[in-house]
T-cell receptor, first 113, second 108 residues
């Protein structure tokens, strides 16, 4: 069974631009969570979607948003990019919300210049 | 103080050694993950446990809910085990909270 797929793998953007990242979960999984990983802050929770609804949100500014489609695929959008948004963005899918095994994608490495 | 603390932060071992990585948490949890991250970024889930002990090959994970503590053991370590090992807990709602990770290097 296919794993979690994130696209693109690498991305270079300029300050002020916006970016959209995509995550396709494992077939049958309904929960998709997004995380940001930076050397200074480690892994931090961005938000979680379940059945097309955002169920939980981390402590990030409103420039970070997301959505989930009826097929459970999820997108994450960052507007007005800042240098500090350079990070590895990981998504994880799980069958249900919380307390079930999470499976991670390979991540999208975003560099803002 | 972080809600999830791991120790040690860095660990260097010789091939064949027995390795232990510790994780302590200060919040109520429903389950705990041990994750492995290789250079390049991808994260692999090694274990999810909410009580007792699990074993997979040379890897063993234990958790003591009362003491809010978990350990990951690697028996007969191998250079291919070199990676960052991350402890993560399911806390309120549906979010994972992560430890800072343990960088393991196993030398041949």
């Amino acid at each position: 069974k296919a794993g979690v797929t994130q696209t693109p793998r690498y991305l270079i953007k300029t300050r002020g631009q916006q970016v959209t990242l995509s995550c396709s979960p494992i077939s049958g999984h309904r929960s998709v969570s997004w995380y940001q990983q930076t050397p200074g802050q480690g892994l931090q929770f961005l938000f979680e979607y379940f059945s097309e609804t955002q169920r939980n949100k981390g402590n990030f500014p409103g420039r970070f948003s997301g959505r989930q489609f009826s097929n459970s695929r999820s997108e994450m959008n960052v507007s007005t990019l800042e240098l500090g948004d350079s990070a590895l963005y990981l998504c994880a899918s799980s069958f249900n919300q919380g307390n079930t095994e999470a499976f991670f994608g390979q991540g999208t490495r975003l560099t803002v210049v | 103080k972080n809600e999830v603390e791991q120790s040690p932060q860095n660990l260097t071992a010789q091939e064949g050694e027995f390795i232990t990585i510790n994780c302590s948490y200060s919040v109520g949890i429903s389950a705990l993950h041990w994750l492995q991250q290789h250079p390049g970024g991808g994260i692999v889930s090694l274990f999810m446990l909410s009580s007792g002990k699990k074993k997979h090959g040379r890897l063993i994970a234990t958790i003591n809910i009362q003491e809010k503590h978990s350990s990951l053991h690697i028996t007969a370590s191998h250079p291919r085990d070199s990676a960052v090992y991350i402890c993560a807990v399911w806390t309120s709602g549906s979010r994972l909270t992560f430890g800072e990770g343990t960088q393991l290097t196993v030398n041949p």
